[in-house]
């Protein structure tokens, strides 16, 4: 604990965990989950590990499809997000299905017999808020066994599209990532996993993109609209605050973007970056 507060505190999570970004994650994970689950593919492991957890839905969705023995550990920074991770499995009666501890992901609160041990180390969605995505890839590789999964998955934030493309939307939407790169963080970090897995020692084994959009007529369209509107807005201050775009402008835009998921011609192209090595089993 003591290495705590030596660790990336200065990291900031732009989204904070509000109420609101916390009815965001849920939605979020209601719209990716199962795609997210197939590239993930679990089911043979029996120690995981969920780094930057949130609050806590992916977790405890890849836990149901694992044997009743495995034990699941998933670490989150934020209280508030943790707190609710907790509250929510213990709405669905899932108390007992990940033990949920709070902690920095560059300095995962393992015990000794838990490090090295994890058949699967994830992580969805972090490396784009911390500093030195380097650091949290290399206690993953720590934490799994020899021949162990180390799985990535994180934005590219070049990869949206909008067509026809609502006026401004594009504008605000780089405005935003600008925040990240003023923050330390890297908005592109999604094109470099498979070089991390290197950087740190794995064996890279697979790469894909998760497709994270759909278009008018689609049921679940208004909801990934939503979320991006939801990002979008969460991220106002922020952004006017720096200086990044005008308040007006910001504004305008995100009309524009409701405007844009009543449209049906309307289509959202996005895809997650996801990639897997493997530790290498005799090194
Ligand atoms: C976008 S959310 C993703 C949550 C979850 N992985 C998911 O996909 O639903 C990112 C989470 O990472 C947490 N986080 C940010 N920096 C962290 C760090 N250095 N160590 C641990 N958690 C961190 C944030 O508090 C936030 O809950």
């Keep these: 604990m003591a290495c705590m507060a030596l660790s990336g505190m200065k990291d900031r999570y732009v989204h904070g965990s509000s109420e609101k970004e916390q009815r965001r994650l849920a939605l979020m994970n209601k719209l990716i ?40 550990i998933a670490i989150e920074r934020d209280p508030a997000q943790l707190a609710t991770a907790v509250d929510r499995a213990l709405a669905d009666q899932e108390a007992d299905l990940v033990d949920f ?34 650091s949290v890839v290399e206690t993953m590789f720590e934490a799994v066994r020899k021949g162990g999964r180390i799985v990535l998955a994180d934005d590219d934030h070049d990869t949206l599209r909008l067509w026809p493309e609502p006026p401004g939307v594009m504008d605000a939407w780089r405005a935003y990532f600008e925040t990240y790169r003023k923050n330390g963080n890297d908005p592109f970090v999604g094109r470099k996993l498979v070089q991390l897995l290197h950087q740190v ?83």
């Design 101 to 134: 501890r709070v902690g920095e992901a560059a300095f995962l609160p393992l015990r000794q017999n838990e490090m090295g041990r994890f058949d699967l180390a994830h992580t969805r969605f972090l490396l784009e808020h911390v500093n030195n995505p380097l």
């Design 33 to 72: 989950n199962q795609a997210c689950l197939r590239a993930l593919d679990p089911g043979g492991e029996e120690f995981v590990l969920d780094v930057g957890c949130g609050t806590g839905e992916f977790t405890r969705a890849i836990a149901r499809c694992l044997p009743g023995s495995s034990k699941v």
């Design 201 to 283: 020692g794995a064996e890279p084994q697979k790469n894909t993109l998760v497709f994270y959009g759909g278009c008018a007529g689609m049921r679940e369209f208004k909801g990934i609209v939503h979320n991006l509107y939801e990002v979008l807005g969460g991220a106002a201050e922020e952004v006017i605050q720096a200086g990044l775009m005008s308040e007006k402008k910001y504004i305008d835009a995100l009309y524009a973007l409701r405007d844009f998921s009543r449209r049906p011609d309307a289509a959202l192209w996005y895809g997650i970056s996801w990639a897997e090595g493997m530790k290498p089993r005799y090194k």
